[in-house]
């Protein structure tokens, strides 16, 4: 509502009550019908709202309407002395109806201000709220993609085959993780004042400001580095090597990055473990525990290979079964390490007598086999001779009493002595049969 100026404020009521009085001065007689006029006044303020002034007014009018009734022409006459006091009164009435009306009109307006107010305030207080929420959310879903990109790269990790490929991707996850920062993959011994301080405490170092750090000096680190990692890489609980990460600036890394780091360094030592784990069950698998030659299952597999190898090349390969002599008697005579002993040196006879193309295994307890590739029966004979020859020139001790070692060999040819794995083995153990019924210590080849 457009309120008056401060001269309309006094002039308006003024104005009012002077046009009232003139017409009364005017027309005495009407007074009657005059005086109640009187009430634009009240109407004025309560439009205008003006307080100060309108009591004075009121006091004016009521006034009025005590006197001039006696100077009216009819000198004060009883009806117009209670016609007068009548409209006083509901003057009064006016004013004091038209007063609450302006009080609780105010009182509703100041309601109606405080609500808002208070709205405003809750208004004020939701979008500090919705604005701190964005805040969290947009942190919450950047946390969510690294921790993400985190994950995949670890994942990425944990699928490499060899242990230098796990940590050449290990450098690549935390370099992707702190870009800026200088990481480096240190393998073996303690080289600095970090890895020492590593290595002695089995824990990770954070150094957030190298100069104001006080446990270590700052001439200890080198140039540039303000802010400094340092953490243990292990492999079947133990150390085996140490990955750092530095940055020039301070407090570039905190406590959550170190954890990170932590868990991406446990992770590669992990996989690594995996592998090597892999390896000796595969290993195992495939090679004897005692000799370190092939087994059994090794050989059947590698003769099929050469099958399909020499039916493609039309090149022949042989087979050569071979058996100690008497081996039982060094279990009875000297025990069963005396036993074992015999073996791994047959064993090491074996692997050095032939060519790195060439395969020996054994084939089950004191028996073994090996495939000559490219080498017919006259060939196989000849290599299983300088085996034979090498084993019994080798000098043994058990117990103090020397002894000797030979063995027996079967020799069969492919294609000419079988087209299958198990006719050659077959022909191959034949010939190693008779080899024994001559007098052992033999090679036969026909």
């Known amino acids: 509502m457009l309120r008056p100026n401060a001269f309309a404020k006094v002039a308006g009521p003024a104005a009012i009550l002077l046009a009232v009085g003139w017409t009364i001065w005017l027309w005495p007689a009407h007074f009657l019908w005059v005086y109640p006029a009187s009430g634009a006044l009240f109407l004025w303020f309560s439009w205008s709202g003006e307080r100060e002034v ?60 405080e609500e808002e107010g208070q ?11 919705l604005a701190r929420y964005r805040l969290h959310l947009d942190s919450t879903l950047a946390r969510i993609r690294d921790k993400g990109a985190l994950s995949a790269a670890m994942h990425d990790m944990g699928s490499a085959s060899a242990p230098d490929e796990v940590k050449a991707r290990l450098e690549t996850l935390l370099r992707k993780y702190f870009p800026g920062a200088a990481v480096e993959l240190r393998s073996g011994a303690p080289r600095d004042f970090a890895d020492h301080w590593v290595a002695e405490r089995k824990i990770p170092l954070l150094v957030r400001n190298s100069d104001a750090d ?13 802010s400094f990692m340092a953490l243990p890489l292990y492999l079947f609980g133990n150390l085996v090597g140490f990955v750092r990460a530095s940055a020039p600036e301070p407090d570039r890394f905190k406590a959550e990055d170190l954890r990170g780091a932590e868990l991406a360094c446990t992770l590669a030592g992990v996989s690594m473990e995996n592998i090597y784990l892999y390896e000796k069950v595969r290993e195992l698998a495939i090679k ?49 390490q005396a036993g074992d002993t015999v073996l791994k040196a047959v064993a090491e006879v074996f692997s050095r007598g032939v060519r790195d193309i060439d395969f020996a295994c054994r084939y089950g307890g004191e028996e073994f086999a090996l495939v000559i590739t490219g080498a017919g029966r006259q060939q196989a004979a000849a290599v299983a001779e300088g085996l034979r020859a090498a084993l019994e020139a080798r000098a043994f001790n058990f117990g103090g009493r020397p002894s000797r070692v030979t063995a027996s060999f079967g020799v069969a040819e492919f294609p000419a002595d079988g087209a299958a794995a198990s006719q ?19 090679v036969v080849a026909q």
Not at 59 to 87: C, D, N, Q, Y
Not at 122 to 127: A, D, F, I, K, S
Not at 219 to 224: L, T
């Open 54 to 113: 309108k009591y004075i007014f009121l006091f004016l009018v009521t006034a009025a309407g005590f006197i001039l009734p006696k100077l009216s022409p009819e000198g004060g006459s009883l009806f117009l002395m209670a016609g007068a006091i009548a409209e006083v009164l509901c003057l009064w009435l006016l004013f004091y109806a038209l007063s609450r009306f302006e009080s609780s009109r105010a009182a509703a307006r100041y309601r109606l201000a």
């Open 119 to 129: 709205a405003a305030e809750r208004v004020r207080g939701l979008e500090d709220e």
């Open 214 to 226: 006080t446990r270590f000096s700052r001439g200890q680190f080198a140039a540039g580095e303000r």
């Open 288 to 336: 004897d525990g005692l000799t370190g030659l092939y087994t059994h299952r090794a050989f059947q597999g590698r003769v099929e290979e050469e099958i399909l190898r020499a039916a493609r090349s039309k090149v022949p390969f042989s087979v050569i079964m071979a058996d100690i002599d008497h081996f039982k008697s060094y279990n009875d005579n000297f025990g069963h």
């Open 424 to 442: 050659l083995v077959r022909a191959s153990d034949e010939r190693l049969y008779r080899a024994k019924e001559g007098g052992r210590n033999k």
